[in-house]
């Protein structure tokens, strides 16, 4: 029986024993810094990563994943007697899609699907998620696809950032040039909202951040059990820890997952960044 393998980029991060549990295959994307291309969670880690930004005078930029490097994972599986469904990181926040997208031409007829998440980070690994356990399943790979554009509904993302200025830097924000040069105990929340980044609140104290993420995140999954939760940090352990405590005490996740942020997007969002994705009614 034909198996559906799962592909996704890097910015997923997922837990490495859901990763080798379902055999999902991650294409890297790059950070460049200097005279220097690292893989996204493969040359560099994010501990390196936000040791090194901390001290840095040259800042990283980042790409998309390159498009030899998809080409090369769909040829191995299916190579291997596989179809593959590709879900990757917003277009409207990188080009990583176009390269799936150019790889596949190298395989006009295979079977081969690509579906954009609107999202990132564990907020598309709840799609990959819930896709790889379909495939695992015996789903075909037309209701991989329609699972994967149905989950992209029941998934959101929301984070507490200690600045907006990464974001601004990188052009990933959208609407929040408002908040750009507050008070350094203004901290924005923003939300991964139609597939872009945009900055809907301005909290003080970062405690109250934190608090208002969890109450955010509870408005939005209400009523939608059963719930899933993934909380994320850019080196910031510490707060994710009480995000987890606080969101499992107000929401009742029937899974609480805990997720450090790939340097990809830590680049983006900046140290200190903790977040919560979530996933509902599967």
Excluded at 4 to 16: K, W
Excluded at 68 to 73: G, H, P, Q, R
Aim: one cysteine or more; glycine letters at 8%.
């Amino acid at each position: 029986m034909t198996k559906v393998a799962i592909v996704t980029d890097s910015t997923a991060y997922l837990p490495e024993n859901l990763i080798e549990k379902y055999q999902i295959s991650i294409v890297p994307m790059e950070l460049i810094w200097g005279d220097k291309t690292y893989l996204d969670g493969i040359d560099i880690q994010p501990n390196e990563f936000y040791q090194r930004l901390s001290t840095a005078t040259v800042l990283p930029t980042t790409s998309q994943g390159s498009i030899l490097n998809f080409k090369n994972t769909f040829e191995r599986l299916l190579e291997q007697g596989n179809e593959v469904l590709t879900i990757l990181i917003s277009s409207k926040l990188s080009g990583t899609i176009d390269s799936a997208y150019k790889a596949r031409e190298y395989f006009p007829d295979s079977p081969i699907e690509i579906v954009d998440s609107y999202t990132t980070s564990m907020a598309m690994g709840f799609q990959v998620l819930a896709v790889a356990q379909a495939a695992e399943q015996g789903a075909n790979l037309e209701e991989c696809r329609q699972l994967a554009e149905a989950t992209r509904q029941q998934t959101g993302l929301v984070v507490a950032v200690d600045t907006l200025e990464f974001l601004y830097r990188g052009g990933r924000i959208g609407g929040g040039t408002r908040f750009l040069g507050s008070a350094l105990n203004i901290k924005p929340i923003v939300e991964v909202i139609g597939g872009r980044v945009e900055a809907v609140e301005r909290v003080r104290t970062r405690k109250k951040s934190l608090l208002r993420l969890v109450e955010l995140v509870a408005q939005k999954t209400k009523g939608k059990d059963p719930i899933h939760l993934a909380i994320l940090h850019a080196n910031a352990e510490e707060d994710a820890r009480f995000l987890i405590e606080e969101s499992n005490r107000v929401i009742h996740p029937i899974e609480t997952l805990f997720s450090t942020v790939s340097p990809v997007i830590g680049n983006h969002t900046g140290p200190g960044s903790v977040g919560i994705a979530y996933l509902t009614g599967l």
